[in-house]
């Protein structure tokens, strides 16, 4: 897989959506999870008001289709309120939707009903990284795990990225995905980045 040079990745399923002000400086991989139902549901909602504007850059469907929903020359309102510091130069970034690709995951979270209804997977018992009780978690299916690794590897080698972290390690404050079901730390060491994560 590759990124051309209209900023978008080859052998995805391109979808028509608003496009967004230009992001010249990218330096990172923002993986979330959509704690919804299907990518395409996820896509839908974005279009409405209750979105607030809230999008990411690709969406990955729990069979591994990809969909790209807006190129990453653009930003997209991914990561809200955030902060990350390069582990490599110890700069510290604000508001990561200036500078960070956002990829969605569809998967339910903790979310007990979305679990139970979309996934044919048994749920991950988990305590999250910052702590609390252990609670069920929706699994990463191998087809999108593969899919995203896909992904990811062509656009950390396009654009030579940073970093990749989690929505909950940007807004550790305000957010919890991807969460304890997601293989984070093998899956940076799989793309080069054998650092241990940052710390805000």
Not at 16 to 45: Q, W
Not at 167 to 182: L, V, Y
């Amino acid at each position: 897989m590759k990124v051309d040079d209209e900023h978008r990745l080859e052998g995805v399923k391109q979808l028509e959506y608003p496009a967004g002000p230009k992001m010249p400086v990218r330096r990172f991989l923002v993986i979330h999870f959509t704690a919804g139902a299907t990518a395409l549901s996820s896509v839908n909602f974005w279009r409405t008001p209750a979105a607030k504007g809230a999008e990411a850059h690709i969406i990955i469907d729990r069979d591994g289709t990809v969909y790209q929903v807006r190129r990453t020359d653009q930003k997209a309102d991914h990561a809200g309120k955030s902060a990350w510091v390069d582990p490599n130069t110890g700069k510290k970034y604000v508001g990561l939707n200036s500078c960070s690709i956002g990829i969605e995951l569809a998967n339910g979270g903790n979310d007990a009903r979305l679990i139970s209804r979309y996934s044919k997977l048994p749920p991950v018992r988990a305590s999250h990284k910052r702590g609390g009780p252990a609670v069920l978690w929706e699994a990463y299916p191998k087809a999108q795990l593969d899919a995203l690794e896909e992904v990811s590897r062509a656009l950390v080698e396009r654009y030579n990225l940073d970093d990749v972290v989690g929505h909950d390690d940007i807004a550790p404050t305000r957010k919890s995905d991807p969460g304890p079901a997601f293989p984070m730390e093998a899956f940076r060491r799989k793309l080069g980045f054998c650092k241990p994560l940052a710390k805000l």
